[in-house]
């Protein structure tokens, strides 16, 4: 029963809120990104015939882990859905947002409902209101999607997340081809009232459990946190290099031909990934820490995600995301916490928006460099491929191949391209 069902995986939208991060389903946990731990997700549970909707740059890289990659050429759910006509077309299919993270408890309700073949729609209890697709019900059975109601005028305490299950995906097709000149924003939900208007009947599968949205960049701390509780126990690879004066506490993952030198720090739960260096007397908790990385002597990072190839010396890391290729020099300081302990703000679209934390640094796009003694204030947003120049106190966000220097006093919006050279030489000298 399980194998006859489609499951058509969602992971082409790029959102415009989650920059500068270039995409967060790339975002790689405990050694697998996002993308593949959803994948492996429904594979756990039998669910193996997977239609994979997602951009061109990952078109590619995750062919071989589905049974087929669809690209998706305009923007939206209902655009996204469309694109997989012919794989969904008179077929049992469950339709996934590939961006909300559940547990395997969702599966029982979801098989449930398979198995008396009933369209349904997953609904999480909210008691407090959020910005999402609300379940107007009569019971358990759902008579219309409310999309973003007035706080205070919500139709039930419970919203739309994760998945949906057609008994036949011809029906969202036709309706979805119907609404199609609607606005792409909410195209999908108007399609399931249509057909609830229409006559067709969906329930609730009701879910309490964790579920973790990725709307905001900085809420990449909550899939940090719910990936590293996983590590439950020490799991070193026989071929790293541990220094004798090491100090371990708590649990820690260490990857192949990872070197930890002298007097360092690691305090789990801790993810280290393959090839990574770790310098004398450096600090490290509870943080994911990529592949390829080097970090560079007296580093203090805490309650961070770093990328693959990141480079550091003397730095402090607090509550940070930092992408792929990007390097600090001595003294860099990516501060955490305002002077009154205050919630922390951060500009989305022009909208200045309350992050809910008390602790939050910087967030870093890939491929930028910071320069020696360069300090950035709480919740500040570094765009890809910038430059900020040695000194700079950093108050305010740069934007995409923006740089920064204190002699000039001024943003650059563009700076000349620059070819950074591969550090194999120094890695070896390293090692």
Request: hydrophobic share 40%; with cysteine; glycine share 8%.
């Amino acid at each position: 029963m399980k194998n006859d069902v489609t499951v058509l995986l969602l992971a082409g939208g790029k959102s415009n809120r989650f920059w500068p991060i270039a995409d967060k389903m790339e975002l790689s946990f405990l050694g697998l990104t996002l993308l593949e731990r959803q994948i492996e997700f429904f594979k756990s549970v039998g669910l193996n015939n997977i239609i994979l909707v997602t951009n061109e740059n990952l078109s590619t890289k995750y062919q071989k882990l589905v049974k087929k990659v669809i690209i998706q050429k305009s923007l939206g759910m209902g655009a996204a859905v469309l694109s997989a006509r012919k794989e969904i077309e008179n077929k049992q299919v469950l339709i996934v947002i590939a961006d909300d993270i559940v547990d395997e408890s969702v599966f029982k309700g979801i098989f449930e409902k398979i198995k008396a073949k009933t369209n349904f729609i997953i609904g999480y209890y909210t008691p407090n209101y959020f910005p999402g697709g609300y379940l107007k019900l009569n019971g358990n059975k759902i008579e219309q999607i409310i999309e973003k109601p007035e706080k205070g005028k919500e139709p039930s305490k419970f919203v739309a997340i994760f998945g949906s299950f057609f008994t036949d995906g011809s029906q969202i097709i036709n309706s979805l081809e119907k609404l199609k000149h609607n606005h792409f924003d909410k195209i999908y939900e108007d399609a399931i009232s249509d057909l609830i208007f229409q006559g067709h009947k969906f329930e609730m599968v009701p879910y309490k459990d964790s579920w973790i949205a990725l709307k905001y960049p900085w809420d990449t701390f909550k899939i940090l946190n719910y990936f590293l509780q996983q590590i439950i126990e020490n799991k070193i690879h026989k071929s790293a290099q541990i220094h004798k004066s090491v100090s371990i506490v708590g649990p820690v993952e260490i990857e192949e031909n990872v070197k930890v030198m002298e007097n360092a720090k690691l305090v789990g739960p801790l993810h280290i990934g393959k090839n990574t260096i770790i310098g004398n007397n450096t600090l490290i908790r509870s943080s994911n820490i990529g592949e390829n990385c080097v970090i560079g002597f007296g580093s203090d990072i805490c309650r961070s995600y770093l990328g693959d190839n990141v480079w550091l010396h003397s730095n402090y890391i607090g509550d940070s995301i930092v992408s792929s290729n990007v390097s600090m020099g001595a003294g860099t300081t990516l501060a955490n916490l305002r002077f009154d302990e205050a919630k922390i703000y951060s500009v989305v679209k022009n909208q200045k928006i309350n992050t809910q934390k008390q602790k939050l640094g910087a967030i870093i796009g890939e491929n930028s460099r910071l320069g020696v003694e360069v300090y950035t204030m709480p919740g500040i947003k570094i765009g890809k491929n910038c430059i900020v120049g040695p000194g700079v106190n950093l108050e305010t966000d740069l934007q995409d191949g923006m740089s920064c220097f204190v002699r000039q006093k001024l943003i650059r919006k563009k700076h000349k391209n620059i070819n950074f050279p591969q550090r194999d030489g120094f890695r070896n000298k390293i090692s």
